[in-house]
């Protein structure tokens, strides 16, 4: 067999695929991060009625590129939640107003087998936009971040998530020092919101793009 690690996945993935939809998500697979944006810009944006997009904070997304091509989009209003250079005042209200947006594009920190999908963030701005406001969100997961169960994706969330988080953003957390979770006190903890999303609701709300790559961590 050619690319057998490719095929086992593909086999998670689809039991994967499974479980969501059981769960009410919306479900795609594809192979490369290139082509989960083909068959975003293809299949699933034309389906949309959308004016104003945003997004959460998410390497899985920016690795497909769409993060750029939707930025650069004029046809749609974007608020950009990844926005340079500017005051951080002004960058909470864009995440503020993010959370009406009509679509937002994320990641997810763990999904688990039977198809929940698992979050911690720091300010809450991207558990918040997939649990409620966006009419439509749609979530971009590498097959790295499955897991078995509620504890594996905690244990994975907190012990690798969080501590390469804090150290990709500099933080001042013990940490970036020390490679684990210390439960700091920090005044830039980045754990401080966790979500279980069982379900989707409404029925569809949540698209989930499977990508058959090793994507963010
Ligand atoms: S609680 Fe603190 S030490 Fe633990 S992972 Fe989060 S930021 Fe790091």
Wanted: with cysteine.
């Amino acid at each position: 067999m050619e690319k057998p690690i490719d095929a086992f996945w593909l086999k998670r993935l689809e039991d994967l695929k499974e479980a969501l939809e059981a769960n009410h998500f919306e479900v795609h697979i594809t192979q490369t991060a290139a082509s989960a944006r083909e068959l975003f810009l293809e299949e699933i944006l034309p389906g949309l009625e959308v004016k104003t997009v945003s997004w959460g904070g998410s390497m899985t997304f920016m690795a497909t590129g769409l993060y750029e091509i939707m930025r650069d989009d004029d046809r749609y209003e974007v608020l950009d939640a990844f926005k340079r250079d500017v005051p951080r005042e002004e960058l909470i209200e864009i995440r503020r107003q993010a959370l009406l947006a009509d679509l937002f594009l994320t990641g997810t920190n763990a999904v688990t087998e039977d198809g929940q999908l698992v979050n911690l963030d720091m300010i809450g701005n991207r558990v918040c936009g997939i649990t409620f406001g966006p009419r439509h969100v749609v979530i971009f997961v590498g097959r790295n971040k499955i897991v078995s169960d509620l504890d594996e994706a905690m244990v994975r969330v907190k012990n690798y998530v969080a501590p390469v988080n804090a150290m990709r953003l500099d933080m001042k957390t013990p940490c970036v020092n020390t490679g684990y979770c210390e439960e700091c006190n920090s005044p830039q903890r980045i754990c401080n919101t966790w979500t279980i999303t069982e379900k989707s609701f409404p029925k569809g709300r949540v698209k989930v793009v499977l990508i058959n790559e090793d994507l963010g961590f």
